[in-house]
């Protein structure tokens, strides 16, 4: 017989209808403890994302839950992993990287060698363990190796957590992170090792990683271009807002702003910007 304790913790044990006090504690833990505020994401997106901790750790409740976070940083820190953690791939949604491999860089980087420019600044914002920008770095490097002698590029990656910055660093990757990456490309920038697959020095050092907070707009950095793919998703309509109110002041005249698929303008901001591809989610700020 099955002994009780050792019974598998499923979904349907934990309902996401937390109490206000067992969700407020943890809230105010959060912020307390790691000056993150959940408070701006969308209420059911944190409440699945802390069920999984509340299984993981086999608290009988939230509210148990919330008491034992008190207190226990290695949990608030797993926590936190959890919350801010979102799985990507490179070259995840193969297409959106041809469109702007194919359709985007190339007037982009004739304009700037046009006006004089001397260097060009990517940023892919919320990048995660750092699959998206080197994607981008990939693309760089095999698709624009001789613009880049001409043409510097800054590509910058910033995410709210630390500890996934290490981990997109460090560049080693499990094979379902490459599904989507053609084998050629694989062969030619990747080294497996130990059950990874290791991408080559020379990409790794084309991204610099910096932790960035999207709520903080005296982190944002001046770009020709900028990556926010599935991040505004997880935020209330008006901290997208916010959001995109900061990436527009961010972006150059002619910019390019790359959201998700399941993402768009909202508010006001869409007159700031002419769509390039509206499948792919792609817009180029107004020049006036």
């Given at each position: 017989m099955e002994h009780p304790t050792l019974k598998p913790y499923l979904a349907e044990d934990f309902p996401f209808d937390f109490s206000e006090g067992a969700f407020e504690r943890i809230r105010q833990l959060l912020r307390e403890c790691r000056n993150f505020d959940i408070g701006s994401y969308k209420d059911k997106y944190m409440k699945r994302r802390i069920s999984i901790r509340v299984r993981a750790t086999r608290a009988p409740s939230a509210e148990a839950y919330s008491e034992l976070l008190a207190g226990n940083e290695r949990e608030i820190d797993a926590l936190l992993k959890g919350l801010t953690i979102h799985v990507s791939q490179f070259f995840r949604n193969r297409?959106?990287?041809?469109?702007i491999r194919d359709e985007v860089l190339p007037p982009l980087v004739a304009r700037l060698q046009c006006e004089g420019r001397e260097e060009m600044t990517l940023w892919s914002a919320g990048c995660s363990s750092g699959e998206e920008p080197y994607s981008l770095a990939?693309?760089?490097?095999?698709?624009f190796a001789e613009e880049l002698k001409s043409l510097k590029v800054s590509l910058l990656a910033t995410d709210i957590n630390e500890g996934i910055l290490d981990?997109?660093?460090?560049?080693?990757?499990?094979?379902e992170r490459l599904q989507e990456t053609i084998p050629e490309v694989v062969a030619r920038h990747f080294r497996?090792?130990?059950?990874?697959?290791?991408l080559a020095p020379d990409i790794r050092t084309m991204v610099e990683f910096r932790r960035g907070d999207l709520f903080d707009h005296a982190s944002y950095c001046e770009s020709d271009l900028i990556l926010c793919r599935n991040v505004l998703i997880y935020f209330e309509r008006k901290e997208q807002e916010r959001i995109l109110k900061g990436l527009a002041a961010s972006l150059t005249a002619g910019g390019i702003l790359v959201l998700g698929r399941a993402e768009t303008l909202v508010g006001e901001i869409r007159r700031r910007f002419t769509t390039v591809c509206p499948v792919e989610r792609i817009y180029m700020k107004n020049r006036t």
């Open positions: 297409s959106t990287f041809d469109k990939i693309i760089l490097r095999d698709a981990v997109a660093r460090e560049g080693a990757y499990m094979p497996p090792h130990g059950g990874k697959f290791h």
